[in-house]
């Protein structure tokens, strides 16, 4: 009889385990559905952070959702704001600030049933996780919490147990309103919710006592949500029509668990999300670039943290920070100033800062890129389409940090000696001139055992908001308050002229006179567009608008120059300068043209950062990681001009949000409407725009890029100029031209070489001057020492010489003192109406008492100005070039 074999275990991998939840939802007729963007819809939000995010609308009553039944996989980081996982990373196995969300929504169609049928016959069932380790927690409201019992899920759970042949009484775990009720927000949609625990400890009998304990032997893997309630202003409940179920899984937890118990046979290892094969490979390059192997180790103490338990700290950390920066990036949110920029910004520098406890060099962070997409770009496609750019990015930054973290580390020494503490001011000085953000500076202080004045540094950073905000102080025009009814509607996409009804006539703040009416023609300033002028005729009068803007209640507020006075009338007629808005409409459309022309060039992590537009120019701000080449600007420029050559057609059109193009770019996570205005530009650029523009591209003539810098890390702008502006260029350059050929006496076409004939002969001109200049300095330094005199036994050399600027009469002042050998030299010169004095001591004269600092601190005060420097040479100037003579002539008697 042959020996018995052991059975190989094959553990699922992470890419079965996502796989198998889209499959079996897709099974139960859910439509398999992408994830949404990091860049979140919501304005308040800084990431996307749950599955749900992208269903809101939908949940709200906004939008009516295009199925029924929905299930995938979301892309969400908990980084900042309210959910913020940030600074456990690293220490435990189960926080992440990047992390994959399964989820399974109904939408008015099936609820709690269902929901908590499938939930339990997908993780039993199909992942075959055991029966007698796993717990359901059901909403069972304190004293002050909303609602009732949730009896309906109870009962549902009691059954599912019994059949199991498992108590309810000690698998059903009872929940208050923190642990078992969602709210969206202080009003909204609400309901229960009911979570699936799974006990990890070695022998899984804990009967239950762990859940909802924050122990890690007993991690909740799934919550289902039961939105049933419309949370009203006034504090009540009130039963939805509608009933919907939004869940959400922790795909890492999942993953980590099974690939931990080796598919549930081997419970004695302590659970990790990271022992999943999600980052085996991240690990393995760590490995690699850094001579350290992953132990699996975690902190016993965390204020005793051993060698071997920082180690694999960094090793999680920077895993998570990797996937985070990568999948952030190539959703076109990268590091920067703010908001969520600068979160990103913060997590990057603190991976570099943890690389460095691995030894690990600038660059190491981007070359975890490959990495992190040979895992999940499959998953998430746009992964492996910005590969490329991802990893310049990161490097771009990595570089960028590295420039000041050693010497930021240096003053952080300096300041741990000098104060034995942080102070707010040293903080904020790490942060404005070296990079740290606050959160860094802390972990480096708390791993010193050292303190960190964080309400110090907030004053330091509230005074630098204020110099911020006086900066760009804002004029309030309006006296009185409006509503929503009264905004005037918007006619000047078809019309430049128009009859209009008087709603109001006054004075602002600012003491200029404004008109409103019910409709106009009139562009008010909004999205980068300035606001039309034109004139107002009212009652025969005419009158001049000089600006156009609106206020929060959507009013059109027209600036008229002069006084509004005995107005009879009850009508306007509007009529917009033309002219003008026609520049302007060339300007805006031309922005459109670029924005697609950088994307193309430069690659589509590209987004607009913000814009501006009026009659002579354009400025186009975006996010990109480096100075743009001169031959890219050459291309976008060309690729601009040859859709103007084309004159394709421009066209518009408004319709509901989830009927947009899907190539239709949207901008900045702001939340749009049931209804946006679509601008589609000859079919290669379609963007939501509000503003007005050219009929065809032809229109605008020629677009010439003026200019090309950054305003901020991460963040860089375009100026250009277009139609009749950019035509008076290029007949200003032609002129320039012209009269430079005239001067120089060359046809146009041999200029350049004309004029790089002319700087070699200046450059030859140049050296052959200054060599003339050492000769005749070396001359004079001659004359000098021969009119020498002795003061006290010590050869002294004192005159008013004639110098170019105070570095010639620095070097002269040297030649002497080389010459003269022991001695002193003090020169003075007039250079330009401008006292500019040298002293040069040597040795033995400053042991005999001339001290050059000392001389020249004493001959600048005669001079109303000042100076000083070292025992032996010293410089300074003044302003009275009068006594100049008198005082160097005076200088030893």
Known sequence: MGKKTKPIILTMTSDQIRQSFLDF??????????????MPDAPNLLFTNAGMNQFVPYFLGDREAPFLRAADTQKCIRAGGKHND?????????HHTFFEMLGNWSFGDYFKKDAIDWAWELITEVWKFPIDRLYASVYKPEEGDPAEFDQEAYDFWKAIFEKAGLDPDIHIVYGNKADNFWMMGDTGPCGPCSELHVDLTPEGDTQGRLVNADSPYCIEIWNLVFIQYNATPGGDLVPLKAKHVDTGMGFERVAGIIATSKNFTDFSTPPSNYNSDLFTSIFNKLEALSGHKYQRTLPEELDNISEIEQKDITFRVLADHARCLACSIADGIL????????????ILRRAVMYGRKLGLESGFFADLVPNVVEQLGHVFPELEKQKDIVQKIIKSEEDSFSKTLDRGLQLFEKIVTDENRISGISAFTLYDTYGFPLDLTELIAKQRGIAVDTAGFEVEMEKQRAKGRAAHTNIDILVSDGDSGDATIFVGFDELEDEADILDIFKGKDGESYLIANQSPFYAEMGGQVGDTGSALINGQDYRILDTTKDSAGRFLHKIEGELRDIKGKTVFLSVDEERRKAIERH????HILHYALREVLGTHVRQAGSYVDPSRLRFDFSHFEGIKHEQLAQIEKICNERLLENRECNWFETPFVDKPEDVIAF???????????????????????GTHVRATGEIGLIKIASEFAIAAGTRRVEAIVGQTAYQHVIDVEATIARLSKDLSVPS????????SLIARNAELEKQLKSFQQKASGNLAEDLLKNAQDANGIQLVKAVVNAENPHALRSLGSQIIGKLGEGLVVLGA?????????AFSSPVSVAAGHKAGDIVRDLTTQLDGRGGGKPDFAMGGGTNAEKLKEVIEGFGR
């Open 335 to 346: 590091p920067g100033n703010e908001s969520r920029n600068y979160v990103l910004r913060r």
């Open 668 to 690: 900045f996570g702001d939340k749009y409407g049931d209804v946006v205005r679509v601008v589609d530009i000859g079919g290669f650029s379609k963007e939501l725009c509000g």
């Open 86 to 94: 940030l600074e456990d990373v690293g220490l435990d196995t189960y």
């Open 830 to 838: 007039n250079i330009g109406g401008k006292v500019s004095v040298v």
């Open 25 to 38: 939802f897709k099974s139960k007729q859910h439509s398999v559905v992408p994830s949404a963007s990091l």
């Open 588 to 591: 805006h459309s031309a922005t």
């Open 749 to 756: 076409g041999s200029l350049v070489k004309k004029i790089d």
